[in-house]
């Protein structure tokens, strides 16, 4: 079973995990930004946390076997601190560069006016570097957030955008959006293996990405894999897994994954497009 976790922040991870990833078929990640627990308190510490995910953390990762590409944004919790909003001016340079691959995570996490302007400029970010985006969509009020995250992505074609943490509840109006459709995986809480093939059987494989999310809460980034044995224990075929766990997340980032990135080089720093 080779595996493309598609959402863990391996930050918080030891290397261990990478071992244990490693042994479960994992070989590539997409690392998506976020806050660090403590809060930041300006810029700069945004612009060491871009620099990790992009040199010390794939250079981790390649220890073990295993390709970490990335995902960089203002996530939305700390776009409601003045003292953090200017890395909005900083993101474009870091666009530029190879292992990239999306914005995000963006989206909502309380709903506020600061919110909502972090999301607008970064989703004009993505459009304006042909990258897709990472939407996190709010742990508390989940179906009102979700159904107003859809309508402030439609600017972008629903191919480029992933909608993640979704539930029961939130599900089908993404699955009718055309957007893609993530869930985080947790030992106990939110959203587990059993409940996620219930979600497959009913809505089907295409457009489907399965995370472990694994950050500093309980989280745990083998439950990737749980997903892919309980989809076999339940009748999915191996090529159905091979979908969910490797084409799909390939397909939304636009990336062979396993394939060596020309140029590629220890501190991930090459540039893409242009200037
Ligand atoms: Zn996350």
């Known amino acids: 079973m080779r595996i493309f976790d598609p959402h863990v922040h391996m930050t918080s991870r030891t290397t261990d995990d990478y071992e244990r990833m ?59 601190d003045p003292r953090c909003v200017g890395v909005l001016g900083e993101l474009p340079r870091y666009l530029l560069k ?66 993640d943490h979704l539930n029961e509840v939130t599900v089908g109006m993404v699955a009718d959006s055309g957007c893609w459709m993530g869930f985080s995986i947790y030992p106990d809480t939110k959203m587990d293996p059993g409940r996620m093939v219930a979600i497959l059987q009913e809505y089907g494989t295409e457009r489907m990405l399965v995370n472990s999310a694994a950050d500093w809460g309980r989280s745990d980034p083998l439950r990737t894999r749980a997903v892919g044995e309980a989809m076999l224990a339940a009748g999915f075929t191996e090529d159905d897994v091979d979908r969910v766990l490797w084409r799909n997340p390939s397909a939304f980032y636009g990336v062979d994954p396993a394939a060596p990135v020309p140029g590629d080089d220890y501190a991930g720093n090459t540039i893409r497009r242009g200037g």
Not at 22 to 47: C, D, I, K, M
Not at 52 to 77: D, F, S, T
Request: charged residues 20%; contains cysteine.
């Open 22 to 80: 490693h042994g479960a078929g994992v070989r590539a990640v997409v690392e998506p930004a976020f806050w660090l627990g403590q809060p930041r308190t300006n810029v700069g510490s945004f612009l060491d946390y871009f620099d990790a995910l992009l040199g010390w953390e794939p250079y981790r990762a390649a220890q073990h076997g295993i390709r970490h590409l990335c995902a960089l944004a203002l996530n939305p919790k700390e776009a409601n």
């Open 98 to 163: 190879e292992s990239v691959v999306a914005v995000g995570e963006i989206g909502y996490d309380s709903m506020t006016p600061a919110e909502d302007r972090a999301f607008e400029a970064q989703l004009a970010m993505a459009a304006e570097h042909d990258l897709p985006v990472l939407v996190h969509t709010p742990h508390r009020d989940k179906a009102a957030g979700t159904r107003r995250t859809l309508d402030v992505v439609k600017g972008l074609p629903p191919g480029r955008v992933l909608v």
